[in-house]
């Protein structure tokens, strides 16, 4: 990964902030997007502290067009391109029945969790494309294998990303751009109200998207699924 340039959505904590971590370790230079200013300069800080190289903060609602692409302008301007794009923006707003479900509640789901990847992947494709080269790793879920009770509108959002990205693998094969599917299961981050141990550590699954990404050119992953060994509700 050294001097790749690599955009992490999401990254002011969790998986993201994990990767954001992992990748700078491996030699990456690394935009670090999200809502929240704060989390996310203490993320560079610590970047830096631990590197020497700063990282790109790129405040950032990946639901929002316009931000999406100031996010993206900001990554070439300052880097040239965009070599990796780790799409892991996403949330649950909550367990509930689907006619529990407010409408305000699924459509801000649709928008961060699909809607935002969707923009995403636009932003940084004509750059890829142009240069023959670039990796799209779209975050998922084993939500997206199964059907969770109590998680119908957070599955539907990850079934759909599974399907965009599907599709994606094939339209940006002959342009020499790869696009995986990484669908983790279980992970002790605050996306869960109580710690779960057992789970999956966010090191764990940053560790597995920064060998996915490291991979020689020649060679993709498209899909891989990752769960911790405790996880049998599949």
Same mark, same amino acid.
């Given at each position: 990964?050294?001097?790749?340039?690599?955009?992490?959505?999401?990254?002011?904590?969790?998986?993201?902030?994990?990767?954001?971590?992992?990748?700078?370790?491996?030699?990456?230079?690394?935009?670090?997007?999200?809502r929240?200013?704060?989390?996310?300069?203490?993320?560079?800080d610590?970047?830096?502290?631990?590197?020497?190289?700063?990282?790109?903060?790129?405040?950032?609602? =990946?639901? +929002?067009? @316009?931000?999406?692409?100031?996010?993206?302008?900001?990554?070439?301007? *300052?880097f040239? !391109?965009?070599?990796? $794009?780790?799409?892991?923006?996403?949330?649950?707003?909550?367990?509930?029945?689907?006619?529990?479900?407010?409408?305000?509640?699924?459509?801000?789901?649709?928008?961060?969790?699909?809607?935002?990847?969707?923009?995403?992947?636009?932003?940084?494709?004509?750059?890829?494309?142009?240069?023959?080269?670039?990796?799209?790793?779209?975050?998922?879920?084993?939500?997206?294998?199964?059907?969770?009770?109590?998680m119908?509108?957070?599955?539907?959002?990850?079934?759909?990303?599974?399907?965009?990205?599907?599709?994606?693998?094939?339209?940006?094969?002959?342009?020499? =751009?790869? +696009?995986? @599917?990484?669908?983790?299961?279980?992970?002790?981050?605050?996306?869960? *109200?109580?710690? !779960?141990?057992?789970? $999956?550590?966010?090191?764990?699954?940053?560790?597995?998207?920064?060998?996915?990404?490291?991979?020689?050119?020649?060679?993709?992953?498209h899909?891989?699924?990752?769960?911790?060994?405790?996880?049998?509700?599949?």
């Amino acid at each position: 990964m050294q001097d790749k340039v690599v955009i992490v959505t999401g990254a002011s904590r969790g998986i993201g902030r994990a990767t954001a971590l992992a990748m700078a370790a491996a030699g990456a230079r690394v935009v670090v997007a999200a809502r929240t200013a704060d989390q996310l300069r203490t993320l560079a800080d610590e970047i830096e502290a631990q590197t020497g190289r700063p990282a790109l903060v790129a405040v950032t609602d =990946v639901a +929002v067009e @316009a931000e999406v692409v100031r996010m993206v302008a900001q990554a070439e301007e *300052a880097f040239g !391109r965009v070599d990796v $794009l780790v799409n892991n923006a996403g949330f649950n707003a909550r367990k509930c029945k689907i006619w529990e479900m407010s409408t305000e509640e699924w459509d801000a789901m649709f928008a961060v969790n699909l809607r935002g990847a969707f923009l995403c992947c636009r932003a940084v494709l004509p750059g890829m494309i142009a240069r023959q080269s670039g990796h799209i790793i779209n975050v998922v879920s084993t939500a997206a294998q199964i059907g969770l009770e109590d998680m119908g509108a957070y599955g539907a959002t990850k079934w759909g990303l599974l399907g965009l990205t599907k599709s994606l693998i094939k339209e940006a094969r002959p342009y020499n =751009v790869r +696009v995986t @599917a990484f669908s983790p299961g279980g992970t002790d981050t605050t996306f869960r *109200a109580e710690a !779960r141990p057992q789970y $999956l550590a966010p090191e764990t699954v940053a560790q597995a998207i920064v060998f996915v990404a490291s991979l020689p050119e020649e060679a993709v992953v498209h899909d891989l699924v990752m769960r911790p060994i405790v996880e049998t509700n599949f």
